[in-house]
């Protein structure tokens, strides 16, 4: 498994202290790999206009390449876990595979429409490479209601995984995902499983959405979409997180199986 992280978070996400994917899939014997996307943690933000969604989309499909030849021996493929800009950027990759050998797809906090007044908010942000977002800020777009999750867990993934973005992302992400995404959708050719919170603050988002999403993965042979009720954006970090997070685990275990020995 290849997990690829939202924005403002480094792939310390996936090992947020009782949030921990990484810890599950060991439980599972699952071998994982969380990378630093650019811009993140120690790997270099890509130059400007280039660290849009397909720009890295491009450089991350050249480094799995290498994460293949390291890590890849003795397993049946990749499979790509995405969240938030991180999933539609697992979703590009996965429609242009370049000769990886994906074979599953699983997102989470990604819709195809954002909410359109956005778009002006972002480009507004300061002419910066990274942004941060102020912590009480940041919480009201993450997280849910009170009593979905554990009140220290706003504090504690901000601490142990928190990062300012890039701000080609967080621009790109409201520009042309809209636009784009069908498209992208439409051309990936292996099973997906793809979760969304019923209250997401960052998308436009409701049962009829999930639908299209879902009807968007024309070429997809299995499609597995469903809406988690009382969860914000970061569903990882709320109390439904761990069945996200174990049946992203199952559905990697079984795109595997079903693939020919």
Known sequence: MVALHGGTYTSAYFDVPGASLMAQAAACHIPIVAPDRPGYGGSPILPPREGTIRGQARALTAALHDAWQRYGAGTRGIVLIGHSIGGAIAATIASEPDGLPIIGLAVSGVCMNTPPEHKPMWEQLPDVPLVEIPPEAKAQFMFGPPGSFDVDMPDISARVAGAGAPKDELVD?????????????????????????????????????????????????????????????????????????????????????????
């Open 173 to 261: 992400i409201v520009s042309t995902w809209s636009s784009s995404a069908p498209s992208v959708l439409g051309r990936i050719a292996v099973p997906v499983h793809y979760r969304q919170a019923e209250i997401d603050h960052l998308w436009i988002c409701g049962q009829q959405e999930v639908d299209s999403f879902a009807k968007a993965l024309a070429n997809a042979p299995r499609v597995d979409a469903a809406m988690m009720r009382n969860t914000g954006h970061c569903v990882d970090f709320h109390r439904v997180g761990r069945a996200l997070q174990l049946q992203q685990l199952a559905f990697a275990l079984q795109c595997a199986a079903e693939l020919p020995r």
